[in-house]
């Protein structure tokens, strides 16, 4: 079994301006928490497709992943922003005719920045942008080649959570804005085959705030 792995992107772009934009924001806040946070994400049917000459098609039977990293909340009165980074992992499973079954792993940075407003002392909601910067991408498909591949997407979130003590519970939905795309060509026929991928999923975390 052969394994494609994709190593990626200069994040130098992306990262120093958020952290700048984060530095500015901190200045003028009332308070700032911090914490860690991990959880799952699962996939919904069609987020992810296999598509082989533009004719046939094949989509994920079933999707399902999990994060780690660490979050901060700035408190602005009655708003917060939720700046997040967190590595996350998805797998996705295909059934193609042609080649079986294979599985589809996806690792990458994403950067969500959340607005929200706090309800009830406790309860929260909040919406906001996730950049997403591609780690690499293991395809479990004998004889292939990467030809192409999409290194960066641009997501959105909302979802609501809660707080106890300094634990923090979190639901939301994530969909994507576009979609990320990688080719491959199989070396024995010369076939191209492209992986579609749209970031749809329901995403449940748990956090401790410092």
């Keep these: 079994m052969e394994k494609i792995k994709q190593k990626t992107f200069p994040m130098k772009r992306l990262i120093p301006i958020l952290f700048s934009l984060f530095i500015s924001i901190i200045t003028y806040a009332q308070q700032v928490d911090f914490g860690a946070k991990a959880g799952m994400a699962f996939g919904y049917k069609g987020s992810l ?58 690792n990458r940075l994403d950067i969500p920045i959340l607005l929200g407003s706090k309800f009830l ?48 519970f979190d639901v939301r939905y994530e969909f994507g804005f576009n979609k990320s795309q990688t080719n491959f060509v199989k070396k024995r026929t010369g076939e191209a085959f492209k992986l579609e991928k749209r970031q749809n999923s ?7 705030k410092f």
Aim: aromatic residues 14%.
């Design 49 to 106: 497709k296999q598509t082989v000459t533009n004719s046939k098609e094949s989509k994920a039977t079933d999707n399902i992943g999990w994060h780690a990293g660490f979050f901060s909340r700035i408190k602005f009165i009655d708003w917060f922003i939720q700046p997040e980074i967190y590595f996350s992992s998805m797998k996705t499973n295909f059934d193609y005719s042609d080649d079986g079954e294979f599985t589809a792993h996806s």
């Design 202 to 208: 329901l995403v449940v975390s748990v956090g401790y």
């Design 121 to 168: 002392e406790v309860t929260r909601l909040y919406a906001g942008p996730v950049f997403s910067i591609s780690l690499n991408e293991d395809i479990s498909l004998k004889g292939i080649r990467k030809t192409k591949t999409d290194d960066f997407s641009l997501a959105g979130q909302v979802g609501g959570g809660f707080d106890l003590a300094k634990l923090t």
